[in-house]
């Protein structure tokens, strides 16, 4: 099972930032990251969407234990990135046409 605390560390150390960087690039304030450590509890889920939207990753890469199993298809790396290319309105359409299969 994933420490998430310690996954946050990790994931921290890896970009060379400090709790003020990660703070910053997520939105929250450094108090409240260091509060977690201090007081050993959990971050909100809320707050770990935006710890996971600093790092660039989603709350699943984030709980899963093995990051290649979320490697992507060369198709489905092409699809994101001609999605990028799409309006929100456009964007939405795409999904919602998804969702119909």
Known sequence: MINVLD????LRQQKNW???QLAE??????????SWYRKDILPSIPS????CA???ITLSQ???????????TPLQIEL??????LTPIQLKALVDFFKTF
Not at 26 to 33: E, K
Not at 48 to 51: A, C, F, P, R
Not at 62 to 72: I, N, T
């Open 25 to 34: 690039r997520s939105g929250l304030t450094q108090s409240t990251i260091s």
């Open 7 to 10: 996954r946050i560390v990790h």
């Open 48 to 51: 770990l969407e935006k710890i």
């Open 80 to 85: 994101l990135e001609e999605s990028g290319r």
């Open 54 to 56: 600093a790092f660039g």
């Open 18 to 20: 400090t709790e003020y």
């Open 62 to 72: 984030f709980f899963a234990e093995d990051l290649e199993s979320f490697s992507l």
